[in-house]
């Protein structure tokens, strides 16, 4: 009997640990569906785009995408959310021409509650920088920019949505380079299942006020959190099919988008 019963205790100990880290996982998974969660998360998001530029070359990048939530005080945060872009791209500038290098690094900070409005509402705001630490004049706009961002949405049961917005005026660099004024709009939802696999549609469209164009990739992506070992990630992939390009050097058709997020929760 004593035998037995320390099979069903471990039995039912062992079943508890794998229903709390499902949970777990599924709480994380939510979390990555906001952008301003108290989550520390660093994503590899590599894009490959193809038909772009006069010869129809072919562009890939690697945004590194670290994000650190920062105490504010008892009641509020400051999340920031940083893009380094890696990019290689051939026959895009210049037919026969390759570029590879980091191009310019975007930085934003979001003061944001930690508790959401009596509403349900989840809302965060602050300044968007634009850093020209390209390494190739194709990869920058030799440009410093700045401007404001925010973001706004609920989450509610399995289903989170809302909008992340930003505006960047370049105030500073190169004279003979072209004005930067451009608007970002991204619209997205997100369902999330019981296994931590979470559905993710999202558009990120780009207006360029100085040109009057418009850039608008959709994005169709599964991701599943899991864990290897102790790490927590979230590995992904899907695919982005632009919609709309009026830039005369603009993307078209479709793309791929591959995705992996470690994960650092509190403990």
Do not use: C
């Amino acid at each position: 009997m004593k035998t037995n019963q320390i099979y069903h205790s471990l039995f039912f100990t062992l079943l508890y640990s794998v229903h709390a880290l499902a949970d777990d996982n599924v709480s994380l998974a939510n979390k990555l569906n906001n952008p301003i969660a108290n989550l520390i998360s660093v994503p590899f998001q590599f894009d490959v785009d193809d038909q772009v530029g006069p010869s129809n070359g072919i562009k890939s990048t690697l945004n590194v995408q670290p994000v650190i939530p920062i105490p504010l005080s008892d009641d509020a945060l400051v999340i920031s959310r940083t893009i380094i872009p890696f990019s290689y791209q051939n026959d895009v500038a210049q037919k026969g021409q390759s570029q590879f290098g980091m191009g310019d690094i975007t930085q934003s900070f979001f003061y944001s509650p930690k508790d959401p409005t009596k509403n349900g509402l989840i809302w965060g705001g602050g300044p968007v920088l634009l850093l020209p630490t390209g390494m190739d004049s194709a990869l920058s706009a030799r440009k410093w920019g700045a401007g404001p961002t925010a973001v706004f949405l609920k989450q509610t049961g399995s289903w989170t949505y809302g909008a992340l917005l930003n505006h960047i005026w370049d105030y500073a660099g190169k004279k003979d380079g072209k004005h930067i004024s451009n608007s970002f709009i991204q619209p997205f939802v997100s369902w999330t299942s019981s296994q931590a696999v979470s559905v993710i549609v999202n558009t990120e469209s780009t207006y360029d006020w100085t040109e009057n164009e418009w850039s608008i990739p959709m994005n169709l992506m599964l991701a599943k959190v899991t864990r290897i070992g102790n790490q927590a990630i979230q590995v992904g992939g899907g695919f982005r099919y632009w919609a709309k390009s009026t830039a005369e050097n603009g993307p078209e058709g479709l793309g791929l988008r591959l995705k992996i997020t470690l994960l650092f929760p509190e403990k």
